[in-house]
């Protein structure tokens, strides 16, 4: 029997077994004791049955932005998302400021460096104690790659990875590993977004149904099941997903879109979105972001600009040279079927 209790430092929510009269946060580090348990009182009715989750649950996050300065594989414009993206959830969809951890290496706790371990520590708290009425948000802005799968589960018969901050070292977190820690837990009642930034990403979360949408908006889901028959879907909630491109697809960091300063190109569009009222629905999201990038390299006419640039100025200014031209297209992957132009877009 586990009951949950509130970090003492961080507030994160940890599994207590039953009889332990303390526990120490993997996140902060902090340990947290535990009164004993007061008298039980009078039975709930049990025709009444348990009390219903908040009507819009707990909001929560995970943000990543990895920039892996003074290396040679340096990004100028990861940061910069995270930063945007909180301001997003904060301001716009009412997430706590204290329910949302963001993993830069602008952090001063050590615990939230987005190391692997880190990283893996962030996607367990995002998904302990969920609950019916629950949103959860992923998102990850930083390198992403490729390797061999020998599983058997992947049609191109390579996994989609993302680079943590000491992937040199430590390796990469693989698209099973982020499928076992954010998919499959996913209750009933409970919904997950992930916006995945990064190089070779469509797939990221090994979801079951890719949305294949073509130029003119229109589209059909890909069967992306495993032939094996291994489950890559939830226990029950909603898993969307939204990525910077397709697996065999690199994904920019640019400034040619915000011309202010430099950012992933899908997170800006992705925000650009919801910002410009483009938002009402999934497709709508999708086609307005494959559209902003697929017209960026235009000279005047390129998207850009507006609510979005004066979100991103605000919080920080300076970049590197814009390159335009993009070639990716963002992808929308998740664990059931709908339509795309009829399911209203919410976090």
Same mark, same amino acid.
């Given at each position: 029997m586990m009951m949950l209790v509130n970090c003492s430092g961080c507030r994160t929510p940890l599994q207590l077994p039953q009889g332990a009269p303390c526990i120490r946060c993997a996140i902060c580090g902090a340990v947290t004791h535990v009164a004993a348990a007061p008298a039980p009182g009078p039975l709930a009715d049990p025709a009444r049955g348990p009390p219903p989750p908040p009507a819009h649950g707990r909001k929560r996050a995970v943000i990543i932005g990895i920039s892996y300065r003074f290396s040679r594989h340096e990004l100028k414009g990861c940061i910069n998302d995270a930063k945007c993206m909180r301001h997003l959830l904060t301001t716009r969809f009412s997430f706590p400021d204290d329910?949302?951890?963001?993993? !830069?290496?602008?952090? !001063? *706790?050590?615990?939230?460096?987005? !190391?692997?371990?880190?990283?893996?520590?962030?996607?367990?708290?995002?998904?302990?104690?969920?609950?019916?009425?629950d949103s959860l948000v992923f998102h990850y802005s930083g390198h992403g790659a490729q390797q061999r799968s020998y599983s058997g589960d992947e049609a191109d018969g390579m996994d989609e990875t993302l680079c943590p901050l000491d992937f040199e070292t430590q390796g990469m977190i693989v698209d099973d590993e982020i499928n076992a820690a954010l998919v499959r837990p996913l209750p009933h009642g409970a919904k997950l977004h992930a916006l995945v930034d990064a190089c070779h990403s469509g797939t990221a979360l090994d979801l079951p149904f890719l949305c294949r949408m073509s130029r003119t908006g229109q589209y059909i889901w890909e069967d992306h099941r495993p032939r094996s028959g291994v489950w890559k879907g939830t226990s029950g909630g909603e898993a969307i997903s939204f990525s910077g491109c397709d697996d065999h697809q690199t994904s920019a960091d640019t400034s040619a879109l915000?011309? /202010? $300063?430099? $950012? +992933?190109?899908? $997170?800006?569009?992705?925000?650009? %979105?919801?910002?410009?009222?483009? %938002? %009402?629905?999934? +497709?709508? /999201?999708?086609?307005?972001?494959? !559209?902003?990038?697929?017209?960026?390299?235009?000279? *005047?006419?390129?998207?850009? +600009?507006?609510?979005?640039?004066?979100?991103?100025?605000?919080?920080?200014t300076g970049g590197s040279a814009g390159t335009g031209g993009l070639k990716q297209e963002p992808q929308l992957t998740a664990g059931d079927m709908f339509d795309v132009y009829a399911k209203p877009f919410s976090l």
């Amino acid at each position: 029997m586990m009951m949950l209790v509130n970090c003492s430092g961080c507030r994160t929510p940890l599994q207590l077994p039953q009889g332990a009269p303390c526990i120490r946060c993997a996140i902060c580090g902090a340990v947290t004791h535990v009164a004993a348990a007061p008298a039980p009182g009078p039975l709930a009715d049990p025709a009444r049955g348990p009390p219903p989750p908040p009507a819009h649950g707990r909001k929560r996050a995970v943000i990543i932005g990895i920039s892996y300065r003074f290396s040679r594989h340096e990004l100028k414009g990861c940061i910069n998302d995270a930063k945007c993206m909180r301001h997003l959830l904060t301001t716009r969809f009412s997430f706590p400021d204290d329910s949302i951890i963001m993993l !830069t290496e602008e952090q !001063t *706790d050590p615990f939230k460096i987005p !190391t692997k371990h880190n990283i893996r520590m962030a996607m367990y708290w995002l998904l302990q104690g969920s609950q019916p009425g629950d949103s959860l948000v992923f998102h990850y802005s930083g390198h992403g790659a490729q390797q061999r799968s020998y599983s058997g589960d992947e049609a191109d018969g390579m996994d989609e990875t993302l680079c943590p901050l000491d992937f040199e070292t430590q390796g990469m977190i693989v698209d099973d590993e982020i499928n076992a820690a954010l998919v499959r837990p996913l209750p009933h009642g409970a919904k997950l977004h992930a916006l995945v930034d990064a190089c070779h990403s469509g797939t990221a979360l090994d979801l079951p149904f890719l949305c294949r949408m073509s130029r003119t908006g229109q589209y059909i889901w890909e069967d992306h099941r495993p032939r094996s028959g291994v489950w890559k879907g939830t226990s029950g909630g909603e898993a969307i997903s939204f990525s910077g491109c397709d697996d065999h697809q690199t994904s920019a960091d640019t400034s040619a879109l915000s011309k /202010i $300063t430099s $950012t +992933g190109a899908m $997170t800006f569009c992705f925000i650009q %979105a919801i910002e410009r009222g483009q %938002a %009402a629905t999934y +497709g709508s /999201i999708l086609n307005s972001m494959r !559209t902003t990038i697929r017209n960026t390299g235009g000279g *005047d006419s390129m998207a850009g +600009g507006g609510a979005v640039t004066s979100l991103i100025s605000m919080l920080l200014t300076g970049g590197s040279a814009g390159t335009g031209g993009l070639k990716q297209e963002p992808q929308l992957t998740a664990g059931d079927m709908f339509d795309v132009y009829a399911k209203p877009f919410s976090l």
